[in-house]
C-alpha cells in the first residue's frame, strides 16, 4: 500500500565517478512491502521531490538501496551526493506498475542503460533468489565508457550461480584498450534473436528453395520451412522484454523489437528521463 515513509540514511557510497549507492533504512513505518521494479518518490528539498527505483529485491524490505546518477546535477542528484549516514529522509511509496512477473514458460530479457539497471537487479535478484525461477534470463546493459560501470560484480556472481541467467555488458564510448563489446545494446539483442528465432536457418532454407532441386526435396524443405516460421511466432509469443533508461534508448529499442515481431503486449518499459 503506498504510504509516506520515514527512513534514515544508514550509508551512501559513491560506487563510481558518478553514482551514488545509497542505503536507506525504513523508521516508520518500519517495512515497505513492493513489487520488484518499483519506485519511491523522495522530498529532495523543500516541495521538490524526485523518483528513484528501488534497487534492491522485495526480499529486503526494511532496508532500500537507491542507486542515482549525479550527472543531472539539479535537485535530486544534490540530495543524494550530500547524504551522510544518520540523515533522515522522507518518502512515499512503493509506486509504479513497471514491476516484474514471473512466467517459467517464456524468456525474460532486460535492456537498461545507467542506472536503469536499478529496476532490474531488483528484479533479477528477486527471480532468481527468491522465486528460484528457472526461467532464462538475459540482461542488456550499456554504459558509454568503462568508468560508468556499476553492479558487475554482483551480476558476474549471479551469472557464477544461476545457469539460466546471463548478462551481456556494452559500452558505446569504449577507450582503445577496452577489450568487451562496443556500441549499441541493440547490436547484441540483434544477433542474439537472430540465433534464437533461428533467422540464418531460414534464410538457409529459402535459399535452397530458390536451387534447383528435385520435387521431393523441394517439398520436405518448405515443410520444414513452414515449421520454422511456426516456431518463431511461438518463441516471439514466449518473450518478455523490460526496458529502462533515457526516453531515446527507450524508443529505439521498443521499435527494434516489435520490428522483430515482438508484440508489444510483451514490451514494458520505464522511463527516467
Ligand atoms: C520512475 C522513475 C524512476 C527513476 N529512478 C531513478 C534511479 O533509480 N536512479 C537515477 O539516477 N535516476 C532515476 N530517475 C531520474 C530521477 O528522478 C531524476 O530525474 C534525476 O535524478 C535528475 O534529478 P535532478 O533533480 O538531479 O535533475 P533535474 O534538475 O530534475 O534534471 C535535469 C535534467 O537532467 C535530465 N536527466 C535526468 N536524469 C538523467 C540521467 N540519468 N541522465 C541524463 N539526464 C538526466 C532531466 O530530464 C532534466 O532535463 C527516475 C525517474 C523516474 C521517473
Known amino acids: 500500500m503506498v504510504a509516506n515513509y520515514r527512513a534514515v540514511v544508514e550509508s551512501n557510497e559513491k560506487i563510481n565517478a558518478k553514482i551514488y549507492k545509497t542505503v ?12 520488484a521494479g518499483q519506485f519511491i518518490n523522495i522530498l529532495v528539498a523543500p516541495n521538490t521531490r524526485r523518483s528513484y527505483s528501488i534497487g534492491s529485491s522485495p526480499a529486503q524490505n526494511t532496508k532500500l538501496d537507491i542507486y542515482t546518477d549525479v550527472t543531472p546535477g539539479g535537485p535530486g542528484s544534490k540530495f543524494f551526493e550530500a547524504a551522510k549516514a544518520g540523515d533522515e529522509a522522507s518518502f512515499i511509496g512503493p509506486l ?30 528477486y527471480a532468481l533468489e527468491t522465486l528460484k525461477s528457472k526461467r532464462e534470463i538475459k540482461l542488456y546493459l550499456g554504459f ?19 545457469s539460466n541467467f546471463s548478462f551481456c555488458l556494452t559500452l558505446s564510448k569504449p577507450s582503445d584498450s577496452w577489450r568487451g563489446n562496443s556500441g549499441y545494446v541493440t547490436k547484441y539483442l540483434e544477433q542474439d534473436l537472430k540465433e534464437d528465432l533461428g533467422e540464418d536457418l531460414k534464410s538457409g532454407l529459402k535459399q535452397n528453395l530458390k536451387d534447383e532441386l528435385d520435387q521431393d526435396l523441394r517439398q520436405n524443405l518448405k515443410k520444414e520451412l513452414n515449421q520454422q516460421i511456426k516456431q518463431d511466432s511461438k518463441k516471439k509469443e514466449l518473450l518478455d522484454a523490460y526496458i529502462c533508461g533515457g526516453q531515446a534508448m527507450i524508443t529505439s529499442v521498443n521499435e ?17 528521463f
Open 24 to 35: 536507506f533504512r525504513l523508521i516508520e513505518p518500519v517495512l515497505m512491502e513492493f513489487k
Open 96 to 125: 509504479g506498475l513497471f514491476v516484474y512477473e514471473d512466467n517459467e514458460n517464456s524468456k525474460a530479457i532486460f535492456i537498461a542503460t545507467g542506472t536503469g539497471l536499478a529496476p532490474f537487479y531488483s528484479m533479477i535478484c
Open 144 to 162: 558509454r565508457y568503462e568508468e560508468d560501470c556499476f553492479l558487475l560484480d554482483e551480476l558476474e556472481m549471479l551469472e557464477e550461480k544461476y
Open 256 to 272: 527494434f523489437l516489435i520490428n522483430k515481431g515482438i508484440s508489444p503486449d510483451n514490451i514494458y518499459s520505464e522511463k527516467f
